[in-house]
């Protein structure tokens, strides 16, 4: 890619979490399949390795370099106010992607496009509120995503909101798994390793697929097997992957979170080129699966 942008083409500077997640990884691939130079388009693409100041060191780099658009999506939501307002100085507008910025300003960026990760979140407690008995008790372990971000907020909040409805339901632990495997690895074998006893697991409200598989991995190899007669885990994502665990019983709830996003990114950008205007939000639709509505279709049609 060449440092200053070519003008026949429309330059966008996108600026990526990392790579924490088999959905990342298709979010990456859905920017990169759309914003090509066949399509028009020059891309300067940044992959912030999980730190935020890694996005206002790229975010800066776009705004020297002159881009025409910004392509953000923010790791956590807080921070954000002075390098979205030296974009706005720069005259470059910013699209927020994924996960949502927490700023006074709202015009400090042109648009949202994402998920609603509260609703996300209060699908599957609706799910789970449905199949549990009035008044049976539920030990609950809460596996976090990337704290501040929007996708762990909307998520926790959502089964904070269920634990107040039911006080028969308990909160056995709430663990840091970061939305990766690995963490969710390493947090779920060590807070095992720490109880004297077997504890009582009913339910796991994974974050995303990477923490579910982790979590999985680590709550069968200490002896608690996941599926209907075991651990019910609910998942978020819905990846090829988790959902061949769902298929499997493993999995029991997979709420599904879009990654595919570049069409609708260009879409945005078409109608700023065009002089139209956006709104400030707009919400990707997103269904639920459970494992008997796992079907070889489905799967064969899953590109992530
Ligand atoms: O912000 C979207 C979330 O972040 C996805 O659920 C997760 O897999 C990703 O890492």
Redesign the pocket.
Known sequence: MSEEPDTDLISVGVCQIGA?????VANSESIKGTFTEENGYQLYFEDAQQKQENQFRAIRRFIQQQVDYIVLMPITETGWESVLQEAREAGIPVILV??MVDVEDETLYATHIG?DFLQEGRTAMDWLEQRTPEGKPLSIMHIR?TMD???QQGRSDALEEALGRHPDWTLLTRLDGD?TQAKAYEVVNEFLAGQPEPVPIDVVYC????EAFGTIQALEENGYPCGPEGVTVIS??ATTSGLELCAQGKIALEVE?NPLLGPLVEQAIRTLEQGGTLPRQQYVEEKTFTPSQVTESLLAGRTY
């Open positions: 924490e997640s088999d959905w990342r994924d996960r998920s995503g971000s929007s996708a939305f974050e995303n697929d990477n978020f994502d979170c």
